[in-house]
């Protein structure tokens, strides 16, 4: 990226689901364009609003999916929950993903959410520290998983 | 932020209901299919949504800063004129496309497509109620001397062939017209959406936000088959081919370009706080956006023909083709014409500026009607040419190729606004039909051409 560029934050469109899949590819070395095309018709109906990508050097750079619920895992308060965040390798360490947290968050309070929750793998300490940076904390809410 | 429910007053409800029965009679089983196919989302209902706390001042124009008006009386003649206008086109549109829809919903061949597109007609069906929310709950006598009843009357009895705006009153030939038709058209519409939403009448700005969220899925409705059907293609199936696809393409493109208006015009709008850009910007903007989808597309199906290639590769090959266009070049085993390509702007128009100029896909210049023709014939979908939308085009660009007709007279010839008295004299009812030709009319500035700025 270079280094006076500045980084815009906008609603995500269909028109950008080649560079979501790109940027998914480039983090996880696999091509999975079925998948994002679900997944953002999945957002696209739930809370559009909620689907942001970020632009830099004309390009999109990050994107973060996420929306407001309630009523699930005992939480019956409005909750904003980030689910996907993507942000290129090649402009990772840039504030791509801290201008689209922002913008996310900014949402959920304009949609009545008092807590934004997220999950994170605990041997995924750069997205720990990044979620950290921003504020977010322990919570007492803990993932159960089995195998089936 | 709060949002505001609201519904139109018994009859008005009970007529679009009614209208619902007539235009969208799979309704029932869209909810019957909702939760197989929304799970946990909010189900539909037929209501209009005011969004609270939208910004309260004007937001461009001569008058920025200044409150919003919240009723017709507190805006000036012209902006209530033009704003009248716009809502009474927007309804059109919004009724219009159901009207297209229906008619191949049934050839899906994919349930979940043909669901998606259900559950965007039905979104659709309540951007029109929105459109006669602010009608009807206003009160326009400052502007026209139509009842509420009136203006919805006239609004619900129009059929395709008789609304606002050209896109609209053109049949659909199969369910790729479905599909395009929202990837392209219906973009148009969060165009005209997003512009509105800073609108100078309070009462326009807070309708749009809930149309917008609802719009950004009708997109999705389009953009995402596309994309399938370009993998599928790649894959060898012969259901839906890029050349197919290419012609319907063909076919909508040049509607939607022209749905921003007059390229002169829209200068307006902006004096009036009405919309933040002029038409030719925003059309601008547009075409880009549908040629970025064009080649997000391509990519598409580069990666399925050629799985080993990587994303540099595969950029190369679509950058490559695309540059060759259809000179019969192959790039790593693809041919050119494998992929999809962007019309020239001015191609197949009939309104605005490059209206009737005869221009190709390419932007050559013809200057024989017949061999026009037989270039268009190559380039939009075959069953389209037996439309009588296609054979009134084609009529008319013969009396401008023959001198008979100037450029901008059968522009506005082409299917428009208009108010007819009905015929019996206390007879108060009034419609809108397809324009006669209007060589007699006078001549009008660029921003009071028919209306062509509106749709979602």
């Known amino acids: ?148 | 932020m709060a949002v505001r429910e609201a519904r139109l007053p018994k009859n008005f409800h009970q007529a679009v209901e009614d209208w619902r029965d007539t235009f969208l009679p799979d309704y029932s089983f869209l909810l019957e299919s909702w939760d197989k196919h929304f799970p946990k989302e909010p189900r539909f209902k037929l209501c209009a949504y005011r969004e609270m706390g939208v910004c309260g001042e004007v937001e461009c124009g001569a008058k920025k800063g200044q409150p919003k008006a919240t009723k017709p009386s507190e805006l000036d003649e012209e902006q209530a004129r033009h704003l009248l206008g716009a809502i009474r086109a927007q309804a059109s549109t919004e009724f219009g496309s159901i009207q297209q829809h229906r008619l191949t919903l049934a050839r899906a061949q994919e349930e979940e497509e043909q669901v998606w597109v259900l559950r965007m007609m039905a979104e659709e069906l309540r951007h029109g109620y929105q459109m006669l929310h602010l009608l009807v709950d206003d009160d326009w006598s400052c502007q026209t001397e139509q009842s509420s009843a009136d203006m919805v009357e006239e609004i619900l009895s129009m059929q395709t062939g008789s609304h606002v705006l050209g896109a609209f009153n053109i049949d659909f030939d199969s369910f790729v017209d479905n599909i395009v038709f929202c990837g392209l058209i219906d973009r148009v519409g969060k165009y005209q959406l997003a512009m509105q939403k800073i609108s100078a009448y309070l009462p326009m700005a807070e309708s749009m936000p809930q149309m917008l969220r609802e719009e950004a899925f009708h997109l999705a409705t389009g953009v995402v088959p596309m994309r399938r059907w370009m993998t599928k293609a790649a894959e060898g199936e012969v259901f839906v081919t890029v050349d197919m696809l290419q012609k319907v393409l063909n076919k909508w493109l040049p509607r939607g370009l022209e749905m921003f208006g007059d390229e002169r015009g829209g200068g307006s709008n902006v004096r009036m706080g009405l919309k933040p850009m002029k038409n030719a910007e925003a059309q601008s903007q547009y075409y880009d956006e549908v040629a970025k989808l064009v080649d997000d597309l391509n990519m598409r199906y580069v990666r399925t023909k050629l799985p080993e290639a990587s994303i540099g590769e595969a950029r190369e090959v679509v950058d490559r083709l695309k540059q060759e266009g259809d000179s019969g070049t192959e790039v790593r085993g693809i041919a050119a014409d494998e992929l999809l390509h962007m019309p020239h702007g001015d191609f197949f128009r009939r309104r605005g500026v490059p209206a009737f100029r005869m221009v190709g896909f390419h932007g050559e210049t013809y200057d024989d009607h017949g061999e026009y023709m037989q270039h268009l014939r190559k380039m939009l979908p075959e069953s389209y040419f037996a439309s009588s939308d296609f054979r009134d085009y084609s009529q008319t660009l013969n009396e401008v190729v023959a001198g008979e007709l100037e450029a901008e007279v059968a522009a506005r010839r082409m299917p428009a606004l208009r108010r007819v008295a009905g015929s019996c004299p206390c007879s108060k009812s009034v419609r809108w039909v397809r324009d006669e030709p209007m060589s007699e009319a006078p001549a009008k500035s660029v921003d009071e051409r028919p209306v062509e700025s509106a749709a979602s």
């Open chain 1, 1 to 148: 990226m270079s280094s006076n560029s500045e980084i815009r934050i906008r609603q995500l469109d269909t028109v950008d689901i080649g560079d979501v899949v790109t940027i998914d590819e480039k983090i996880t070395q696999h091509y999975r364009p079925g998948v994002w095309e679900a997944r953002i018709g999945y957002y696209m109906r739930r809370d559009p609003d909620a689907a942001l990508v970020a632009i830099g050097d004309g390009v999109v750079v990050g994107f973060m999916l996420g929306e407001v619920r309630a009523g699930e895992f005992g939480l019956e308060e409005p909750t904003g929950w980030i689910e996907v965040l993507g942000v290129d390798p090649d402009y990772q360490g840039g504030g791509v993903g801290r201008a689209l947290a922002e913008a996310m968050l900014r949402h959920f309070r304009n949609q009545g959410a008092k807590t934004v929750r997220t999950l994170v793998d605990e041997t995924m300490d750069d997205i720990a520290g990044f979620f950290g940076s921003l504020g977010f904390e322990p919570s007492t809410l803990r993932p159960f998983a089995m195998t089936l």
